[in-house]
């Protein structure tokens, strides 16, 4: 794996840790900042295929310099619960988890780890059906694993 990192975070050991044990050979991950005025505290890509990527193997992060930590980053659970509308209806919601992250280090391993979970899909030939909450469920365990998150 090769990381370009235009940002001030030391981030390519906690990515290398959080990696071990899968094969990230010829991954090529970007990050940036998020542009100037941009209301997001984090984005994550991951390219099936990309210009200079056609192959995939491309994730670009981008990290919003302005946050204010810690932060509350919603990822979804396979729980769901049902609840009636004004109209009476029976709505299904899907059960959120909510994380909180105290550095900008952490937020960025976990929207990075989400994207990597896209990346082993692709990698494996998986059509992605259910694709966020696998990739949200993946992010959380593997921060687990590593004791970043309870």
């Known amino acids: 794996m090769r990381i370009h990192n235009k940002t001030a975070y030391d981030l390519t050991p906690l990515f290398n840790a959080a990696l071990e044990g899968f094969d990230h050979s010829g991954l090529m991950v970007e990050v940036k900042y998020c542009p100037a005025g941009s209301c997001r505290y984090i984005s994550g890509t991951y390219y099936r295929e990309a210009p200079d990527f056609p192959q995939g193997k491309l994730i670009r992060l981008r990290i919003n310099r302005t946050n ?83």
């Open 68 to 150: 204010k930590y810690p932060l509350k980053v919603a990822f979804k659970t396979s729980e769901y619960f049902t609840r009636r509308d004004k109209k009476g209806r029976e709505v299904t919601y899907q059960k959120l988890r909510y994380e909180e992250f105290h550095t900008p280090e952490r937020l960025a391993l976990a929207i990075f780890l989400h994207e990597f979970s896209h990346y082993i899909d692709h990698m494996e030939g998986k059509n992605g059906r259910y694709k966020q909450t696998k990739a949200d469920k993946f992010s959380v365990e593997r921060m687990r694993a590593l004791g970043l998150v309870k």
